[in-house]
C-alpha cells in the first residue's frame, strides 16, 4: 500500500472490499480467495507473493542489488531495479512460473507467459472484445465454461483438465447457492418455480458478462419465480448503501426490466466515463440521472442518459449469506 501510496479507503474501494475488511488484513487475517484475487489485481502482484513473499526474495533481492550498481539518481535505481525485474520474470520457463502460482486461474497465466502472449493478445485469440473480460478469468474474478476453457487449452497448447477448475475454491452449498444450472433439490409448492441464476461479484459486471461465453459452469443463486429469462445476481461490495445494503449482500438482477424512479438498480457508466459499477438508488428527469446513496457519506451524482452502458433494476436483496 505504501509503494502504490494508498489509504485503506483507496485500497477498499479498489479491490471492492469494505473498510473494516482491509483494516482486518493489516492486523493479519488472511482473506479470502476472491478477495485475494482482487488485492493481487490491485497491486499489479501474484496473490500467492501476498501470502508468501519470501518464496519471491531471491529475484527481487537480485534487481535490487543490480539496482545499487547504477550511478544517478534515485529514478534512475528504480528504473534499473524495475527493468532487472521484469527481465528476470520473462526469463522465467512454464515450470518456474507454475511454481509461484497456484490454481486453475494461475495456471492459465503461466501458460499464456510461457506462450510469449500479453493479455490483449490472448483476449483477441480467445475472440473477446474487451482484454477486461478475459484478464477478470485470469485474475479469478469470473469463471470459464469448458468450451471456452478448451479453446484456451488449445491456444496455449496445454491439457484442458488444467483450466478446468473453476474458481479455484469449492463452491459453497447452501439454502441459496449451488452451482449454475443445476436443479434445485427441493419441494415446491405448486405453480411456484426455483433455478438458479448466474452469481456473479461486482467487478464481473464490467464487461457484462464474463460469464456469457456460451458456457458458464460456475457459482448460482436460488431465484424463486424470477420474471426475467435473463436475471443473475451479484454479491455486492463496497459501502455507500450501509445500513440497509451490506458488502456481501446478494442483489438479484432483472436486466430486460427499466429501471422506476426510486428504485434501486446496479448501473455501468461506459468506457468514456471510467467504466465503473455502482449499486445506487435511481431518479431520472428527461435525460438527466441522478444516483444517490443511502450512507449519507456519499453525495448524490448526476449523469446524462448517454453515460451508462446499462442500467438494471434491482429485484431483490438477500442479505449476507
Known amino acids: 500500500m505504501k509503494q502504490h501510496g494508498l489509504s485503506n479507503a483507496e485500497l477498499a474501494r479498489k479491490a471492492e472490499v469494505s473498510h473494516v475488511a482491509v483494516g482486518n488484513y493489516l492486523k493479519g487475517r488472511i482473506p479470502r480467495n476472491p478477495e485475494l484475487q482482487r488485492l493481487a489485481a490491485v497491486f499489479g502482484l501474484n496473490p500467492d507473493y501476498l501470502l508468501n513473499p519470501a518464496k519471491y526474495s531471491a529475484p527481487l533481492l537480485a534487481a535490487k542489488a543490480h539496482a545499487q550498481t547504477v550511478a544517478g539518481t534515485q529514478a534512475e535505481k528504480d528504473a534499473a531495479f524495475n527493468e532487472r525485474a521484469k527481465s528476470l520474470t520473462n526469463q522465467m520457463t512454464q515450470e518456474d512460473a507454475a511454481s509461484y502460482v497456484t490454481g486453475a486461474r494461475a495456471r492459465l497465466k503461466a501458460a499464456r507467459m510461457a506462450k510469449g502472449l500479453t493479455p490483449k493478445q490472448m483476449a483477441k485469440e480467445m475472440g473477446y472484445s474487451e482484454v477486461s473480460t478475459y484478464l477478470s478469468i485470469e485474475d479469478g474474478r469470473s469463471q470459464m465454461g469448458e468450451k471456452m476453457a478448451i479453446k484456451a487449452a488449445k491456444i496455449l497448447g496445454i491439457d484442458v483438465s488444467e483450466l478446468m477448475d473453476g474458481s479455484d475454491h469449492p463452491i459453497e452449498r447452501d439454502t441459496a447457492k449451488g452451482t449454475f444450472g443445476a436443479v434445485p433439490d427441493m419441494q415446491l409448492p405448486p405453480g411456484m418455480k426455483a433455478k438458479y441464476v448466474p452469481l456473479l461479484a461486482m467487478a464481473q459486471c464490467g464487461p457484462l458478462m464474463a460469464w456469457d461465453d456460451g458456457g458458464y459452469t460456475g457459482e448460482g443463486f436460488l431465484a424463486f419465480n424470477p ?94 449469506l
Do not use: H
Open 227 to 320: 420474471a426475467d429469462p435473463r436475471a443473475f445476481a451479484v454479491t455486492l461490495s463496497g459501502d455507500s448503501m450501509v445500513p440497509r445494503i451490506e458488502p456481501g449482500d446478494v442483489a438479484l438482477i432483472y436486466p430486460s426490466k427499466p429501471p422506476k424512479n426510486g428504485c434501486v438498480v446496479i448501473a455501468r457508466l461506459n468506457e468514456d466515463n471510467g467504466g465503473d459499477v455502482m449499486l445506487k438508488l435511481y431518479q431520472s428527469n428527461g435525460d438527466r440521472i441522478t444516483l444517490s446513496s443511502y450512507n449519507p457519506a456519499y453525495p448524490p451524482m448526476q449523469y446524462s442518459r448517454a453515460d451508462f452502458a446499462w442500467i438494471y433494476p434491482v429485484a431483490k436483496i438477500t442479505k449476507d
